[in-house]
Nanobody, 123 residues
Framework: QVQLVESGGGSVQAGGSLRLSCSASGYSYRSWFTLAWFRQSPGKEREGVAAIDADSRTIYADSVKGRFTISRDNAKDLLFLQMNGLKPDDTAVYYC????????????????WGQGTQVTVSS
C-alpha cells in the first residue's frame, strides 16, 4: 500500500502564502511515481492543480500558473506546493496523489490519495 499524508493547510487572507507538504511511504510506493496536487471545494468536482514527474517536469492548471509552484524531494519522498498570491477561489481541501498517470491532472488516473488538508482564503 501507499500512505500519503498532507500538512500545511490553514487560513490566510487574500494575497497571502501557504506551503503544503505531502509525505509518501508504504510498500507499494515508488520513487518514480508522478506526484500531484488536487483540490475540491463543496459542490465542485475534484480538479487537478499541479503535477510533477520523477524527472521534475511540471504541469499546472491555468488557474494557478504563476502563483503556485510544485516541487519534490525524491531522497525524502516529499512533495510540496508553494502557494503565493492566494485568492478566495483557492479555498478547498487539497489532496496529494501518486501513481503513473497517462493524464497528469485527471483524478481518475491516480490510485493513491492522501486524506486532504483544508486551505481557506478570506477576502
Amino acid at each position: 500500500q501507499v500512505q500519503l499524508v498532507e500538512s500545511g493547510g490553514g487560513s490566510v487572507q487574500a494575497g497571502g502564502s501557504l506551503r503544503l507538504s505531502c509525505s509518501a511511504s508504504g510498500y507499494s510506493y515508488r520513487s518514480w511515481f508522478t506526484l500531484a496536487w488536487f483540490r475540491q471545494s463543496p459542490g465542485k468536482e475534484r480538479e487537478g492543480v499541479a503535477a510533477i514527474d520523477a524527472d521534475s517536469r511540471t504541469i499546472y492548471a491555468d488557474s494557478v500558473k504563476g502563483r503556485f509552484t510544485i516541487s519534490r524531494d525524491n531522497a525524502k519522498d516529499l512533495l510540496f506546493l508553494q502557494m503565493n498570491g492566494l485568492k478566495p477561489d483557492d479555498t478547498a481541501v487539497y489532496y496529494c496523489a501518486a501513481d503513473s498517470p497517462s493524464e497528469f491532472l485527471q483524478p481518475e488516473n491516480y490510485k493513491f490519495w492522501g486524506q486532504g488538508t483544508q486551505v481557506t482564503v478570506s477576502s
